[in-house]
């Protein structure tokens, strides 16, 4: 397997335990009132949570993950070969450049970074820390130039 330059895991599999503590919470506050605690609903609430936090997670760690490597660049479902990526420094955004991932528009809180392939065509790809996506991909470049 390759060693990655540069990864995100769109989100991680912590998130999961959201809905768990919250219904620790709710029972602990039951039992801080002095109430009874109804200890059947809150361990339903945890798992039904957790049940729909589930796909949540699934899905954004498919679609909205990334890595580079020195063979691809993954973006969501789509994969780019390390040798198509021809520039990623001053390159421009042209109007109805394709978003790399299968998506419509960079997904938000996400920014983007016009990518150059061999054949001409700018796509977007995007990142949260665009910076290191760019320094992840011109080694990928310097790699390929240097072939």
Not at 3 to 20: F, K, M, Q
Not at 99 to 106: I, N
């Amino acid at each position: 397997m390759d060693r990655a330059l540069y990864s995100e895991p769109g989100v991680g599999w912590v998130s999961l335990v959201w809905g768990p503590l919250f219904a620790v919470l709710g029972a602990l506050a039951e039992l801080a009132t002095g109430g009874p605690v109804h200890w059947l609903p809150w361990l339903l609430i945890a798992v039904a949570l957790c049940g729909i936090t589930l796909p949540w997670v699934y899905a954004r760690r498919r679609f909205l993950s990334l890595e580079v490597t020195l063979q691809e660049f993954r973006q969501g479902r789509e994969s780019v070969a390390a040798t198509r990526i021809a520039d990623v420094t001053d390159v421009g955004s042209p109007v109805g450049a394709r978003v790399l991932g299968g998506g419509w528009s960079v997904p938000n809180k996400y920014d983007e970074l016009p990518v150059k392939l061999d054949d001409g065509t700018v796509v977007l790809a995007w990142a949260r820390d665009v910076e290191a996506l760019k320094s992840a991909l011109e080694r990928l470049v310097e790699k390929n130039e240097a072939k």
